[in-house]
């Protein structure tokens, strides 16, 4: 009897470890700031709620053998760190794709493809939750750089990214500047001159003279003054006073003339930087209208400068798109980690759902018997496929995640509807969401939106009352 019960419990046991051996798993790797300008925890945070979200909807069907895990590479908000990191979580933890953040950590990592080098030959799908440049996967652009021009018009296709263009956000600055005063002109010098001070580096470069364009196009007759800071400073060290003294005075860095004191000056730049600017521009008294972008828009700016930035303003993609996967993916992260969503938040969210629904798709579109023969191409050549205009539109969430996986498998279109807009991946690699208009009152609170979803021209989809 003794023996018969012994025997039962190694049946027991090797019928768990065949069951856990039958499970496979995928990695995707995150190549996100951990210690750099832009280093923000939240956004490691909701990819992992993305994952665990995934993987408990998979777990609840009780039919698919597959499990999603992550891993960790710090990118330093640095290119060359980007670059190995990118290389360590594809080639040495077998991630399937990657997921970075900055405009010249995706440009570094996407470069990899171009350079020829075959150990540097990634093959897997890269999607940046928070790289704006205009550069990035336009088939126009132009670099010196071969490998960079190639990289930045993304003919391999492995590019993609869950935040806009600055050029949309380029546009509404522009038409919010010449909305003011006459024509743009506020100081009354009957002449609109825009000051730019902006970052060193691809999205600093890209955004400036996006925005210098459009302003030229509303207003031909306006001066534009562009002012670049290192990347690389030290923020404690930096003379940021010096800047703000460049960017105040009537001297025109950029043409070396004397053309009035500016009616506003734009600021393009990282959130560590950010703080040290913004306190310079306070302490030195300056009255020209400050207006901030997307980057001001982080957590450890408040922190930072508390009250002292109350009153300020900018302009950023919006925090949550509208409806029901927005709301979700709010209280599942509050859930998490007891805060509400940050700034980016939901688009590193987003970038891991549609490469985990695209790696679904692609098992069931190639026919896969084992999960683990789907290659990076495979997932590439779905990403488009969860987004289809007659699918089921499905929800973030772990009971949108299990619908997603149930069409899929039965054959069926779907259309993801992300926490931060609709991610409806183009050709290039590009989605359109929705921007804010933000004030700072103690927190960011956006005090109007655009929608740039159905109207690409960005037109204000509410007035936010009270604010």
Same mark, same amino acid.
């Given at each position: 009897m003794k023996l018969a019960r012994a025997a039962s419990a190694v049946l027991i046991v090797c019928a768990a470890c065949k069951d856990e051996a039958a499970v496979t798993t995928i990695t995707i790797g995150q190549v996100i700031d951990r210690t750099g300008s832009i280093a923000t925890p939240s956004w490691s945070d909701s990819i992992r709620l993305a994952v665990g979200t995934a993987n408990e909807a998979l777990k609840q069907q009780g039919q698919s053998p597959l499990r999603f895990a992550v891993a960790d590479a710090n990118s330093g908000?640095?290119?060359?760190?980007?670059?190995?990191?990118?290389?360590?979580?594809?080639?040495?933890?077998?991630?399937?794709?990657?997921?970075?953040?900055? !405009?010249?950590?995706?440009?570094?990592?996407?470069? %990899?493809a171009y350079d020829d080098d075959p150990s540097h030959a990634l093959e897997v799908p890269v999607v940046c939750m928070a790289c704006t440049s205009p550069a990035i996967n336009n088939p126009a652009a132009t670099d010196a750089d071969p490998i960079k021009q190639a990289a930045l018009r993304n003919g391999k296709g492995w590019s993609f990214r869950t935040t806009m263009s600055d050029a949309y956000q380029a546009r509404l600055l522009a038409h919010m500047l010449v909305a003011s005063g006459n024509k743009g002109d506020v100081n009354g010098d009957h002449h609109l001159k825009l000051g730019i001070y902006a970052s060193d580096d691809p999205y600093g470069h890209g955004f400036a003279d996006s925005l210098k364009k459009d302003i030229l196009q509303l207003a031909p007759e306006a001066s534009v003054e562009q002012v670049f800071h290192d990347v690389k400073?030290?923020? #404690?060290?930096?003379?940021?006073?010096?800047?703000? $003294?460049?960017?105040?005075?009537? &001297?025109?860095?950029?043409?070396?003339? !004397?053309?009035?004191?500016?009616?506003?000056?734009?600021?393009?730049?990282?959130?560590?930087?950010?703080? /040290?600017?913004?306190?310079?521009?306070?302490?030195?008294? #300056?009255?020209? &209208?400050?207006? /901030?972008?997307h980057n001001f828009r982080a957590a450890r700016?408040?922190?930072?400068?508390?009250?002292?930035?109350?009153?300020?303003?900018?302009?950023?993609?919006?925090?949550?798109?509208?409806?029901?996967?927005? &709301?979700?993916?709010?209280?599942? %992260?509050?859930?998490?980690?007891?805060?509400?969503? #940050?700034?980016?938040?939901?688009?590193?969210?987003?970038a891991a759902m549609t490469l985990m629904l695209a790696t679904l798709h692609a098992i069931h579109h190639n026919h896969l018997k084992a999960p683990d023969h789907v290659t990076g191409a495979m997932? *590439?050549? !779905?990403? *488009?496929?969860?987004?289809?205009?007659?699918?089921?539109?499905?929800?973030?969430?772990?009971?949108?995640? $299990? *619908?997603?996986?149930?069409?899929?498998?039965?054959?069926?279109a779907i259309d993801y509807q992300g926490a931060s807009g609709p991610c409806d991946y183009d050709v290039n690699g590009n989605i359109v969401a929705q921007l804010a208009r933000f004030r700072v009152d103690g927190s960011f609170v956006d005090v109007e939106k655009f929608d740039c979803v159905s109207d690409r021209e960005c037109p204000p989809i509410r007035q936010v009352s009270g604010k």
């Open positions: 908000n640095a290119p060359d760190m980007a670059r190995t990191g990118a290389l360590q979580v594809v080639r040495k933890q077998g991630a399937k794709a990657v997921i970075t953040d900055s !405009s010249q950590d995706d440009i570094a990592i996407n470069m %990899l400073a030290v923020p #404690a060290e930096y003379a940021w006073g010096a800047d703000v $003294a460049k960017l105040t005075d009537k &001297r025109n860095e950029s043409t070396g003339k !004397s053309d009035g004191v500016p009616d506003a000056v734009v600021v393009i730049s990282f959130p560590k930087f950010e703080v /040290h600017f913004t306190k310079a521009w306070l302490d030195s008294g #300056a009255k020209v &209208r400050l207006v /901030h972008t700016v408040l922190e930072a400068l508390s009250t002292s930035v109350n009153g300020q303003e900018g302009t950023s993609q919006a925090v949550l798109g509208e409806g029901n996967s927005a &709301r979700v993916f709010s209280d599942d %992260l509050k859930g998490l980690n007891g805060q509400l969503p #940050a700034f980016r938040d939901a688009a590193a969210y987003d997932i *590439r050549d !779905s990403m *488009r496929a969860i987004n289809e205009r007659n699918g089921e539109p499905v929800d973030a969430g772990v009971a949108g995640f $299990a *619908r997603a996986a149930r069409l899929i498998r039965e054959g069926k």
